[in-house]
């Protein structure tokens, strides 16, 4: 009784993560229309964004766009920021899409999650940038990862980067390499578990600004941690993942407009 129980609970799990990752493809099938975005040159490139969609305009004309230059000369100490503190789940169940130019993990709603501002924000996503989008004191890493977390009725959002250097190995991207590998074909999607607590980003110096999502519709009001200190992964793990995801999908950096950079170590 208690085997059928635990294999219900399993199924409705499975079951209701796929019916959200449902809901978030044809939402955003229905937003853009025909009209794709693309990471090219041409018409459907980063510097036409807010011309192909109504709802996008704020690519175009928003005052707080991401990514941004960080310039550590620049940020400002700020203590009262407080520790970056996450409280991921283990072992925690996820949903892979494959798109054109990413993976992403989506996440269900135990997932756990950071406290900013007095505001807890949960963990919703995890996918990538290749190069990173975020230069950090001149330097444009190989690889930056957005966590992407939002308040339990989804209307806030915050996004934590973590930017990638070569060196050792990442064992969590390792984990996401054996999955995209079993998804075979663009579009598919797998369930599966990631031990996110293996993250250990708690009290790790970040800056902090208040920017907007990186590709259509370009929302603001997204508070940005953007870790200060670069992780690694080794050439071998990112040539792997290019095997995938032939195409560069970084936004070109934008304008800071006065806005200023925090900085908490
Ligand atoms: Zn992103």
């Known amino acids: 009784m208690e085997r059928f129980g635990f294999h219900s609970s399993f199924l409705a ?33 980063p510097s036409h964004w807010g011309d192909l ?3 996008w305009r704020l690519c175009k004309v928003g005052m707080n766009q991401s990514p941004i230059n960080i310039s550590s000369l620049e940020a400002i100490n700020d203590d009262s920021l407080g520790r970056l503190r996450t409280n991921y789940s283990r072992n925690q169940p996820f949903l892979a899409s494959l798109g054109p130019f990413n993976v992403a993990l989506n996440f269900g709603p135990d997932a756990g999650g950071i406290m900013v501002n ?17 230069i950090l004191n001149g330097t444009r890493f190989p690889l930056e990862i957005h966590l992407v977390h939002r308040t339990s009725d989804g209307s806030r959002i915050a996004v934590i980067s973590l930017p990638y250097t070569y060196g050792k190995r990442d064992h969590i991207f390792e984990q996401v ?13 797998l369930g599966s578990s990631l031990n996110m607590t293996d993250l250990k980003i708690s009290g790790k110096a970040y800056y902090r600004y208040s920017g907007s999502l990186t590709t259509p519709p370009c929302t603001e009001g997204v508070v940005w941690t953007v870790l ?20 560069n999908n970084a936004r070109f950096t934008q304008e800071l407009n006065g806005r200023p950079i925090l900085y908490h170590g």
């Open 53 to 55: 969609n109504e709802t």
């Open 177 to 189: 390499l054996d999955m995209i590998s079993s998804l075979k074909e663009k579009g598919g999607t």
């Open 13 to 45: 799990l499975t079951l209701g993560l796929f019916f959200m990752i449902y809901l978030q493809y044809s939402t955003s099938c229905k937003d853009s229309g025909l009209q794709l975005f693309n990471y090219s040159n041409g018409p459907n490139g």
């Open 118 to 134: 007095s505001t807890e924000y949960i963990l919703n996503q995890y996918h990538t940038h290749i190069p990173s989008e975020h």
């Open 228 to 247: 200060k200190e670069p992780r690694t992964i080794s050439p071998e793990q990112l040539s792997r993942y290019q095997i995938a995801f032939t195409e």
